[in-house]
């Protein structure tokens, strides 16, 4: 067998979160660069790829844009597992969409193997500033006590800020978790077995973000 590192390195990336929180949007401006006012909300869940680079090493993003709607969230939490990244998001003119990232953390918990990927909260639609009933600081404050990058972002007016977004979490990955599968043509994340009911507390013990 080939010591040679595969050239080819995929990662799953999941976006969790309430429906109409923008969650679509910002998959779509990241992967086309392209923003529709008129976007519907998703319905089930469905796969897109996007193809980076990183010092000479080609990384596959299979990003999955999960429905937040209520009867189809058994079917969304069943594809959190061998998630590499996974960002949880809520819309900042929307108290329950922030409340409901009790939800979205718990199902990520239950459904999860493992420790080993980076976690993101992320505030969207920054460009409703006018309509904000969720402030910076308590999207902050929610982050740190999941320990779990933030940002607030806008796929109206920050394309750029989208983009920070992807880069930053593919960077964390690389640095805190650079393992992968000689046998297999692909990046992936060996999950730990870990006991559920201690998983916060191993968490605290993990490095998500810098």
């Given at each position: 067998m080939s010591s040679e590192k595969p050239s080819l390195r995929e990662v799953k990336i999941i976006l969790l979160g309430d429906s109409g929180v923008g969650k679509t949007s910002i998959i779509n401006r990241y992967i086309n660069n392209r923003f529709n006012p008129e976007m519907i909300s998703s319905l089930g869940s469905k796969s897109n790829e996007k193809i980076v680079m990183r010092d000479n090493i080609k990384y596959k993003l299979i990003i999955w844009d999960t429905s937040g709607q209520e009867v189809y969230r058994s079917l969304t939490n069943l594809f959190i597992k061998g998630s590499n990244i996974v960002i949880l998001v809520y819309s900042i003119d929307s108290l329950s969409s922030f409340e409901d990232l009790d939800y979205w953390y718990k199902s990520l918990l239950e459904k999860i193997e493992g420790d080993n990927y980076i976690l993101a909260v992320v505030g969207s639609k920054v460009d409703l500033i006018n309509e904000e009933?969720?402030?910076?600081?308590?999207?902050?404050?929610?982050?740190?006590?999941?320990?779990?990058?933030?940002?607030?972002?806008?796929?109206?007016?920050?394309?750029?800020g989208i983009e920070q977004l992807f880069e930053k979490l593919l960077d964390d990955l690389i640095q805190n978790y650079p393992?992968?599968?000689?046998?297999?043509?692909?990046?992936?994340?060996?999950?730990?077995?870990?006991?559920?009911?201690?998983?916060?507390?191993?968490?605290?013990?993990?490095?998500?973000?810098c």
């Open positions: 009933v969720i402030s910076e600081e308590q999207g902050k404050k929610y982050a740190e006590e999941k320990k779990a990058f933030f940002k607030l972002v806008s796929s109206k007016e920050d394309p750029k393992e992968y599968d000689q046998s297999k043509s692909y990046y992936y994340i060996t999950p730990k077995k870990v006991d559920k009911n201690n998983k916060d507390k191993k968490r605290d013990n993990v490095k998500h973000c």
